[in-house]
């Protein structure tokens, strides 16, 4: 079992990415589009607080817009550097979203209490006993609501994850013909050459964590036939906008 698993993941590598059987890229590029989903819960989670500025709604949409912003600019800039155009209405489309940013989504949390529970339940139900499954169901509620909320909010408070989707279309086609997710725990590698004041600034971490997803993106795009690779050494991280910290909303 284990050596078919294993035959099965090798395969699964080896497997050639739907992106090789594109036609070539066209001159005009790429249609880019790149959105940024209202997820956030703690503003401190997305830039540092300035002093007795409180968590509201607004600050948040504000402050994952700049970072939507960011990530914009810095694929243009680095569409530009490879030479790589970018149009509305290109017979090819990207679109890219930023699903998670700075913590996990309340969504997952629930999904992860939601799977204990009913583990707890249905092994109740298979033992035939009811009193088992209310029993195991509410031990599970209660060591898997701890385990998720509290491991959320340190994984948060101690990490600069981030997550973006990507989707390539044909044209204005609505069934996207590759897609793909890139789950980022941190940017540290991209933040090393900043002054230390930098990269301990929170929205500076989570940049660098985007930056990352964008390397990746970039690699995987790479499999279209025509795309033009990168030149040199990667990109500085930054180079589109400075990584200063964000500024607060207006009120």
């Not at 999904?111 to 035939?128: E, M, N, R």
């Not at 385990?147 to 044909?170: D, Q």
């Not at 025509?226 to 607060?248: C, D, E």
Request: proline share 7%; aromatic share 6%.
């Amino acid at each position: 079992m284990k050596f078919a698993l294993l035959a099965l993941l090798a395969s699964g590598t080896a497997c050639k990415s739907p992106l090789a059987e594109v036609e070539a890229l066209p001159s005009t590029g790429l249609d880019l589009k790149i959105s940024v989903e209202d997820h956030s819960r703690n503003l401190k989670r997305l830039r540092a607080l300035q002093p007795g500025e409180t968590n509201n709604a607004p600050a948040r949409a504000t402050a994952l817009e700049s970072h939507r912003t960011w990530l914009e600019s810095e694929f243009r800039a680095e569409a530009r550097d490879r030479g790589l155009t970018l149009g509305h209405g290109a017979p090819l489309r990207l679109e890219l979203s930023i699903t998670s940013l700075g913590e996990v989504r309340a969504k997952y949390i629930l999904y992860g209490i939601a799977g204990g529970v009913a583990w707890g339940v249905g092994t109740g139900l298979v033992a035939h006993d009811p009193r088992l499954a209310i029993g195991l169901g509410l031990y599970e509620l209660l060591e898997e609501s701890a385990f998720w909320i509290a491991g959320s909010a340190l994984f948060g408070a101690h990490s600069a994850p981030a997550v973006v989707e990507a989707a390539v279309f044909h044209g204005t086609a609505p069934k996207a013909i590759w897609t793909a997710g890139y789950y980022i725990l941190n940017g540290r590698k991209r933040l090393k050459g900043l002054p230390e004041d930098q990269r301990s600034d929170r929205a500076t971490q989570l940049r660098g964590a985007l930056r990352v997803a964008l390397d990746k993106l970039f690699k995987d795009l790479e499999a279209i036939p025509g795309f033009p690779r990168q030149a040199g050494p990667p990109p500085v991280f930054g180079r589109s906008a400075p990584p200063a910290r964000l500024a607060p909303a207006l009120p």
